[in-house]
């Protein structure tokens, strides 16, 4: 499928894994793109966009959490790979990062979001899961 305001990634690789849907936020590509660009190597997707529905089903944070505003991606990445996607990510104004190292190395990934600080949801702002 053909890319979407997206120098590296697809259209099916931002969309919802629920609907298909993939209602990405222009300005968060942008940064995105530019976080690929040093980073220098491919960057593999464990989720994009997700719908409102989604979101629900998979993350305690329901139907309007970070992913269903299309400014937030969770990346696969470990060890260090992970911390120096994360230093890359913070020094270009990413201000959501998420950090999940347990179990298997394929399926470790880094939450990353420019969202705006908000009630109920602090930026900048790091977690682990």
């Not at 139907?63 to 230093?87: F, K, N, S």
């Not at 890359?88 to 190395?105: C, E």
């Amino acid at each position: 499928m053909e890319s979407i305001l997206s120098r590296y990634f697809t259209q099916r690789e931002l969309a919802c894994r629920h609907c298909g849907q993939c209602v990405m936020d222009a300005d968060f590509l942008t940064a995105f793109d530019a976080l690929r660009e040093v980073y220098g190597s491919p960057l593999i997707l464990h989720s994009g966009y997700r719908c409102p529905v989604h979101n629900v089903a998979v993350s305690t944070t329901g139907p309007q959490g970070p992913h269903t505003t299309g400014r937030a991606v969770d990346v696969l990445a470990y060890g260090a790979e992970a911390h120096r996607l994360i230093g890359l990510a913070l020094r270009r104004g990413f201000t959501g990062v998420g950090v999940s190292q347990k179990g298997l190395h394929g399926q470790r990934f880094v939450h990353l979001d420019t969202l705006l600080d908000a009630p109920g949801q602090p930026r900048p702002w790091v977690w682990s899961y």
